[in-house]
């Protein structure tokens, strides 16, 4: 069985809280710095990393006490492990949490 041979997974979560960029007409109070989730492995499971990914990311920001997540960015990529047999994947997610007025 391949990647493609599975259903389709379409997910519903939204994150109102999390932008590529600033939103316009609004105002950032505070930049409370880089935050950084990171998904340990995907092998074999391709479904939902990027909402359990964002939110891991929200809650690093809200422990700081932003409100929302600017600059959003994603990364991944595969290295193998064991030699030749095994690679495995990952995703890693940054953004700056900041505070937000009148989100």
């Given at each position: 069985?391949?990647?493609?041979?599975?259903?389709l997974?379409?997910?519903?979560?939204?994150?109102?809280?999390i932008?590529t960029?600033?939103?316009?007409?609004?105002?950032?109070?505070?930049?409370?710095?880089?935050v950084?989730?990171t998904?340990s492995?995907?092998?074999?499971?391709y479904?939902?990393e990027?909402?359990e990914?964002?939110?891991?990311?929200?809650?690093?920001?809200?422990?700081?006490?932003?409100?929302a997540?600017?600059?959003l960015?994603?990364?991944?990529g595969?290295?193998?492990?064991?030699?030749?047999?095994?690679?495995t994947?990952?995703?890693?997610?940054?953004?700056?949490?900041?505070?937000?007025e009148?989100?």
């Amino acid at each position: 069985m391949g990647l493609f041979d599975s259903k389709l997974d379409v997910t519903t979560i939204t994150h109102f809280q999390i932008f590529t960029s600033v939103p316009p007409q609004i105002k950032i109070l505070k930049n409370f710095g880089l935050v950084k989730a990171t998904t340990s492995e995907i092998t074999a499971k391709y479904r939902n990393e990027d909402d359990e990914l964002l939110s891991a990311l929200f809650t690093e920001a809200t422990k700081l006490g932003a409100n929302a997540i600017i600059n959003l960015q994603y990364i991944s990529g595969s290295y193998q492990r064991n030699g030749h047999a095994f690679v495995t994947s990952y995703l890693i997610a940054t953004g700056d949490a900041v505070l937000l007025e009148d989100i």
